[in-house]
């Protein structure tokens, strides 16, 4: 038996079909369960040349974080199961394409189509980190969208809070353009790691490319998510806050998964963005009028009160600036086409076709080119949207 040629009944229940992905630990089939009469996926653990010893305790590792979630947007893990020596994982199917795939092929969501896309993966997320679960391998071919959720997958190198690293030899684990940067440089992948992860997966579906600018090698790659602060977003609107917090080199300021579910679910359902923490800003306003002051053409410091005047006069011109640019942002988004967050339309946007895909594939590295109006849906229509509501789309 192959990777190629899988046998055709594993484990005395599943008729294997045909191969449909590859995830980090191995190969994935479409199989059909000849008891209950479904369409599951089998994952063959160690399916690839090299693979060392501990292929059960991964694959048991898989099943134990992903059955232990039972949430509707992760994946199910169905059964274990042995053949010829080597573990298969039965799980749930999800007919349609990664999120890697689909952001390609239909082009980046609108920025409450991805809000909400977030707030469901980071429910997902934040009840594994309550059962003290560490995913560490998120990024866009590990998110499946299907049946109106999109699903959390490959939880081959997740590792509980208590576990011992796995690797044995100290190395990184995971994809690097969507490792955090402390872990980019040996850190710990915790809870925080995460968060930046699904950052960086959020920024590839409004903005249809990766946070950090690809480099030749994964080293190159590391080193450049640990020194350099990621590309500004162009289409993000409100989820630029978030984004920046997320993706934000200190962990402390990325806030746990759960404020970042809550600031995601009000963005998703078109209120203001609450951030879990204080802005980096400026100081607080004292409590009195202030001006603002030019430099003196000396380069000395003016003294109060010398050029108040111009200060305030300063002060007004740059108000009505900003005044003009939000007027003139208000337009801009008026008459930007609907999307995920704009359901006007009861018609369902054209369909894609895409080859279903179970698990992870890629990194969703590459750089799509820009859509001029985004094609996945994120809300069926509703008189009273709730940020909880599924993802409806359509594969």
Known sequence: MTAHNPPAVIGGRYETV??????????????????????????????????SEGETHRAMREARAAAAL????????????????????????????TLATAIRQR??????????????????????????????????AN?????????????????????????GSGLVTGTPNYMAPEVAVGGAHREAAD????????????????????????LATLQNIASQAPRRPERAGPL???????????????????????????????????PATPRMTAAAPQSGPRTVSPPAADGTAPT?????????????????????AVIAGAIVLGTRGGGAGDTSGAAAPEQTQAPPATTSSGAGSGRPPPATSPSIPARAPSSSPSPSSPWRVTP
Request: net charge negative; glycine share 14%; charged share 20%.
């Open 143 to 167: 998110v499946l969208i299907g049946g109106g959720l999109p699903k959390l997958g490959d939880f081959g190198i997740a590792r509980a809070g208590t576990e011992e690293q796995t690797t």
């Open 195 to 218: 968060v930046w992860a699904l950052g960086a997966t959020i920024y590839f579906a409004v903005e249809g490319q990766d946070a950090h600018e690809n480099q030749d090698t994964a």
């Open 240 to 274: 630029e806050p978030v984004l920046a917090d997320m993706l934000a080199r200190d962990p402390a300021r990325r806030g746990t998964m759960r404020q970042v579910l809550r600031r995601l679910e009000s963005i998703a359902a078109g209120g203001a963005d609450v």
């Open 70 to 97: 039972n949430h509707p947007n992760v994946v199910a893990v169905y059964d274990v199961v042995e053949h010829e020596g080597s573990p298969w994982l039965v799980m749930e199917f999800v007919a349609g394409p």
């Open 304 to 324: 109060p009160g010398r050029t108040k005047g111009v200060g305030t006069l300063l002060l007004w011109l740059l108000l009505g600036i900003i005044a003009g």
């Open 18 to 51: 045909r191969p449909i992905g590859r995830g980090g630990m191995g190969v994935v089939w479409l199989a059909r369960d000849t008891v209950l009469g479904r369409a599951v996926a089998a994952k063959q653990i160690g399916a690839f040349p090299g693979e």
């Open 107 to 140: 082009g980046p969501m609108t920025a409450k189509g991805a809000a909400d896309l977030g707030a469901q993966l980071a429910g997902a997320l934040d009840a594994a980190h309550q059962a003290g679960i560490v995913h560490r391998d998120i990024k866009p």
